[in-house]
Each structure stands twice: as structure tokens, then as C-alpha cells.
């Protein structure tokens, strides 16, 4: 399981987005709607190296929620220059940044080098052309290739953010998003299912039933089958899910604050259920940091095995991997 990476997180709503996605309201994602001041930097890092938690050699800060590479470039030096202070006192392993693939090109990078940026995550969402357009994205599938190549060239390195359920979407298009991202070897990969939020052209196209979100059961199904092919190609997902969202902003969609677990769960369900064969009462053995994705939230996996005829209770086995499955008639 793949989510070790740790942000100190610096919100950058809106700036130097030139266009507006369907899906996107960024002010009830991050609850800001202001830009951040170099004083906010400094803030954030020293309330993140204060925390009894804190590991400076897994810690990144990072600049997310608009176009970072798009901003006013005296304002974007500004706060690399204060985000870099904290790198060379290695109180921080580097910086990380989140900008769109047709915002990227040699100057910025060279200018991004400068100034200690480590990691580079673009906003792909989807590497169907189709999907982008319907969704106003602004730039093709062909934009992200060029722009994930690039920053591997200057040895940054790259993050990739997917998203599933979007407009004119399906499963058979993230599947084969998911396989053309892991073709570009990137360090890192985000999955967001989509979530309809309002006064977003999403909403207005769910509010006129041409749009249907997906439900939480078949987002969390196809997440954690993307989630297995990112592993197994060893490539860290470091977020699966929305990290948080305004109540009143919910309209419609998959939104769980648990829904990495939620994944997680799937997966060792449906691991169970092709170990169990005959109908009868087992104990499911995992690793013990697997016990409760294994039982499930309220018992939900439990109870689905026990409606299929598998009575089966979970106990710890240290030996075993994050997905095994050792059973056990009892």
C-alpha cells in the first residue's frame, strides 16, 4: 500500500488558470479563495515541523490548486525563494509543484531548477482526447506526453493526477489512461473520482440529467483496480480520493473522506472471494495493518462474504503481505 508521501500543502486557487473545467470550483475544494503570501510559507512549514509526526526526509512542500507555472512570475520566485530557504536547511526534502501540461516548457523548467523544485505533478485527468475536450480541459492528451517527457529530461520528478468519471467517460477510457501513465514512468500518480460540486458547468450538466456520476461502489471498484496496475508497475499512488471538500459544496458523486480505505477494502474482498470456494465457516489471516481494510467499514465485507455463504471472522498474521489472504477452515 503506497500512500507514505507526506505534503505541507500551499493552496494557489485559480491563479494562472487561463480556463475553467467542467468540473472544477476550486474555492470548495481547498476553502480558499485567496492567494497565498510568502508569510503563509513560512507559516505552514513551521506548524508542519512542529508535529511529533513531522519527517523532513518524506516531506515536500507543495504548491497545488491552480496553474503554478502560469502565475505572475515575480510572485511564483517569491514563494520558491521562501519555500527553498527551508530545502537548504533541510527541514524539507524538496519542492513540489502542480501546474497544467501546456504550462510547461524549457524556460520554466530551467527557472524551476533554479529555485530547488524536485517534483513536477501535471494535471492529466484523462489521455483521451475526447474526454478533455468534453470536459474543457484546454489541452490533448498529446500536451501531457510532451510535457511529462520534458520534466523527465531536466531529472525532475513527475507526478500524474487522473481523474475517473468525467464527462463522456467510461472505465474502458480510464483503463486505458491509466495504462498510457504508466507507459510515461512517472514517480507519482493521484486518482480522483469525480465529484460534482456546485456552480461548476459539471453540476449543470448532472442538474439536466446528460451527466451521471459515478456511485461510490463502482468508483471504488475501478479506483482500486487502477490502483493495482500502478503497483505493480512500482509506481507510488500517493492520493486516491479528494482530500477534502466543503459540505455545502456536495452536489452529486463518490465523495467519502475514507476512500483510500474504501479501496483498499475492495481489494482484499475480492481477493477473499476468489480464495473462497466452498461455503463454510473460515478465519481470513492478513498482516495486521490490513485487519479492519479487510473486516471493512461497519463489516461491510464481512457481511458481503457472508451472503455469499462464507462465515469468516479476521485474525493478524505478520508474515503476510499488505493483499494477502491466508484461509483457514475453522
Known amino acids: 500500500m503506497s500512500l507514505t508521501h507526506a505534503n505541507i500543502s500551499i493552496f494557489v486557487p485559480h491563479v494562472g488558470c487561463h480556463n475553467m473545467c467542467s468540473f472544477c470550483n476550486q474555492r470548495y475544494i481547498t476553502g480558499k479563495n485567496t492567494a497565498p503570501r510568502t508569510q503563509d510559507v513560512i507559516d505552514a512549514v513551521n506548524i508542519a515541523i512542529n508535529s511529533s509526526r513531522y519527517?523532513?526526509?518524506n516531506t515536500e512542500i507543495a504548491f497545488f490548486g491552480g496553474s503554478f507555472t502560469a502565475i505572475n512570475r515575480n510572485?511564483?520566485?517569491d514563494l520558491l525563494k521562501t519555500a527553498h530557504s527551508f530545502v537548504e536547511k533541510n527541514l524539507v526534502s524538496g519542492i513540489r509543484i502542480s501546474t497544467r501540461p501546456d504550462a510547461v516548457d524549457d524556460e520554466i523548467l530551467t527557472l524551476l531548477k533554479k529555485y530547488g523544485v524536485t517534483s513536477i505533478e501535471l494535471g492529466a485527468q484523462s489521455l483521451n482526447d475526447t474526454v478533455l475536450k468534453s470536459n474543457n480541459r484546454g489541452?490533448?492528451?498529446?500536451d501531457v506526453i510532451?510535457?511529462?517527457?520534458?520534466i523527465k529530461q531536466y531529472g525532475f520528478n513527475l507526478g500524474l493526477q487522473m481523474m475517473t468519471g468525467l464527462y463522456n467517460d467510461c472505465d474502458e477510457y480510464a483503463v486505458a489512461t491509466a495504462h498510457e501513465i504508466i507507459k510515461l514512468k512517472p514517480q507519482t500518480v493521484r486518482i480522483y473520482p469525480t465529484i460534482v460540486l456546485k456552480n461548476t458547468d459539471l453540476a449543470a450538466l448532472y442538474i439536466d440529467n446528460i451527466y451521471k456520476p459515478q456511485t461510490l461502489e463502482t468508483a471504488t471498484e475501478l479506483c482500486s483496480k487502477l490502483l493495482l496496475m500502478f503497483e505493480k508497475e512500482n509506481i507510488k499512488v500517493i492520493r486516491l480520493g479528494l482530500?477534502?471538500?466543503?459540505?455545502?459544496s456536495y452536489i452529486a458523486g463518490p465523495w467519502h473522506p475514507a476512500f483510500s480505505e474504501l479501496c483498499y477494502s475492495k481489494i482484499l474482498l475480492n481477493n477473499a472471494k476468489q480464495l473462497l470456494t466452498e461455503k463454510g465457516s473460515y478465519i481470513l489471516y492478513v498482516n495486521p495493518s490490513s485487519i479492519s481494510k479487510m473486516i471493512g467499514q461497519h463489516k461491510e465485507n464481512i457481511n458481503a462474504l457472508k451472503i455469499l455463504g462464507f462465515d469468516c471472522v479476521v485474525k493478524s498474521d505478520a508474515l503476510l503481505s499488505d493483499y494477502e489472504i491466508k484461509v483457514e477452515r475453522r
Request: proline share 5%; glycine share 0%.
Open 55 to 57: 519527517d523532513p526526509s
Open 75 to 77: 510572485y511564483m520566485i
Open 139 to 142: 489541452h490533448t492528451a498529446s
Open 146 to 150: 510532451n510535457a511529462s517527457n520534458l
Open 243 to 248: 482530500h477534502s471538500i466543503e459540505k455545502d
